[in-house]
């Protein structure tokens, strides 16, 4: 069964505090990573796509990697206003446009 | 770009009756529209595909008599909730696929539903 999982499920963050998340990933056949952040009471707000091993995409204080087997979610000095959850979804092989998506991490920046 | 509204933002309605929640993509067309179902505090769970022009496929699990789906056109889909109860009270979120060659999906804003 195709499965994402997202760890830690909350991260309390000090203004400045480098750090990453992880998302690990069991699948069929991978065709697609995304990442979303979402706001409280809000959608999901799209971040980034990866689709094979070794890409890495940047946005502002935020870098995404992927391996194999996971991605990782950099956050460099982040800020109060990072502060939110960031949700991982993949799209898989024969799942069509469907995106399963992980638990979240909620992230809290403190200044 | 890759703009996702839903109206309304939230509605309160009576136990057994019927609510209708609109999603459409503002600045893309959309072959593809999602409907998610979220609960406080977990992550978003798929109800539904839609597809212009065709009959939605739900997930397992979900009663489609229950939650209606209409994707009319390119840039309108809908939920109908009939017959509400309490249980039903949720955040619910559509989200669209542009209909180039891009895979990520953008979300709408999301619709609290409170059912009384």
């Known amino acids: 069964e195709d499965q994402v999982t997202q760890s830690p499920e909350a991260l309390r963050l000090q203004e400045g505090e480098s750090s990453s998340l992880n998302c690990s990933y069991t699948?069929?056949?991978?065709?697609?990573l995304f990442w979303y952040r979402q706001d409280p009471g809000k959608g999901p707000e799209f971040l980034f796509t990866?689709?094979?091993a070794g890409e890495e995409k940047e946005k502002e204080r935020l870098k995404a990697t992927l391996t194999k087997k996971e991605s990782f979610l950099h956050i460099t000095a982040p800020k109060p206003e990072d502060s939110a959850t960031y949700l991982c979804?993949?799209?898989?092989?024969?799942?069509?446009?469907?995106?399963?998506f992980g638990a979240g991490t909620r992230l809290a920046v403190h200044p | 770009g890759a703009v996702v509204s839903q109206h309304p933002s939230w509605v309160i309605c009576k136990s057994g009756t019927s609510v209708k929640i609109e999603c459409r993509s503002l600045?893309?067309?959309?072959?593809?529209m999602f409907w998610y179902r979220q609960f406080p505090k977990q992550s978003l769970m798929l109800m539904a595909t839609?597809?212009?022009?065709?009959?939605?496929?739900?997930e397992q699990g979900v009663e489609k008599d229950k939650f209606l789906i209409n994707h009319a056109s390119l840039t309108l889909s809908t939920l109908t909730v009939t017959s509400a109860h309490p249980e039903d009270s949720s955040f619910y979120i559509c989200?669209?696929?542009?209909?180039?060659?891009?895979?990520?999906?953008?979300f709408g804003p999301g619709t609290r539903l409170t059912v009384t």
């Open positions: 989200s669209a696929r542009d209909v180039g060659l891009s895979y990520e999906q953008y």
């Open positions: 699948v069929s056949g991978l065709r697609g």
């Open positions: 990866l689709y094979s």
């Open positions: 979804a993949v799209r898989t092989l024969g799942g069509y446009n469907k995106l399963i």
């Open positions: 600045d893309f067309q959309a072959t593809t």
């Open positions: 839609s597809n212009e022009g065709s009959k939605a496929t739900y």
